[in-house]
């Protein structure tokens, strides 16, 4: 592939991240994508074949940046507030960036059976490593005795059902968009709060 056919390609792709993460359309056809590219659709097949191809490849390029970056805070050296304090400044980052990142994984996931166990095998893997150090700072002391799979339950459910929920939550509490801001902004304090019994931890 050529320079120029590589850029046209990444535009593409860039764009439909654009359109699925960014502005939650993740129904987006091919020819509003290639609108919002400023390309010929016929572009889009020929480097894709097809609309579920593409979808494919932009599923699989989020989803392999997100697992890594989650694998490199999960196998640190990091005690676990570090570590909980990292995941959560990448969880964030990402959905100021990208606000249905998540909601589109999820979506996905449920339509592509292979994209699950792919997945599962990959999480496990790195819940094993984290429950091991977890267990550990229970017994010391520094977090409430449960289930590790519990805990991490908790701490997801925290982290991002204020984001996911966000369009009904602001609604309902007729918050204005800074107002909801402010409290995002401050969810990380809060859940080191509620987790960890001593604040010097």
């Known amino acids: 592939m050529s320079t120029k056919e590589d850029d046209t390609f990444r535009l593409i792709v860039n764009t439909a991240k654009q359109l699925f993460f960014k502005e939650g359309k993740f129904n987006a056809t091919t020819q509003e994508i290639a609108d919002a590219a400023g390309?010929?659709?016929?572009?889009?097949?020929?480097?894709?074949?097809?609309?579920?191809?593409?979808?494919?490849?932009?599923?699989?390029?989020?989803?392999q940046e997100q697992d890594k970056k989650?694998?490199?805070?999960?196998t640190s050296e990091l005690t676990v507030r570090q570590k909980?304090?990292?995941?959560?400044?990448?969880?964030?980052?990402?959905?100021?960036?990208?606000?249905?990142?998540?909601?589109?994984?999820?979506?996905?996931?449920?339509?592509h059976?292979?994209?699950?166990?792919?997945?599962?095998?990959?999480v496990k893997r790195m819940l094993d490593i984290f429950y091991v150090q977890l267990e550990e700072e229970m017994e010391k002391g520094?977090?409430?005795?449960?289930?590790?799979?519990?805990?991490v339950l908790n701490f997801i459910s925290m982290l991002s059902f204020p984001v996911s929920m966000r369009p009904l939550i602001q609604e309902g509490m007729e918050l204005s968009d800074q107002e909801y801001d402010k409290i995002i902004s401050?969810?990380?304090?809060?859940?080191?709060?509620?987790?960890?019994?001593?604040?010097?931890?």
């Open 39 to 63: 390309v010929n659709r016929t572009l889009i097949n020929y480097y894709f074949r097809s609309r579920d191809a593409l979808f494919d490849l932009v599923f699989m390029e989020a989803k």
């Open 84 to 111: 909980l304090e990292q995941f959560m400044d990448l969880f964030f980052e990402m959905a100021a960036n990208y606000p249905y990142l998540e909601m589109y994984l999820v979506n996905h996931m449920n339509k």
């Open 186 to 201: 401050e969810r990380k304090q809060v859940i080191l709060q509620t987790i960890f019994k001593n604040e010097n931890f």
């Open 113 to 122: 059976e292979s994209c699950k166990l792919k997945s599962s095998k990959h």
């Open 70 to 74: 989650q694998e490199i805070i999960v």
């Open 142 to 151: 520094n977090i409430q005795k449960m289930e590790p799979v519990q805990f």
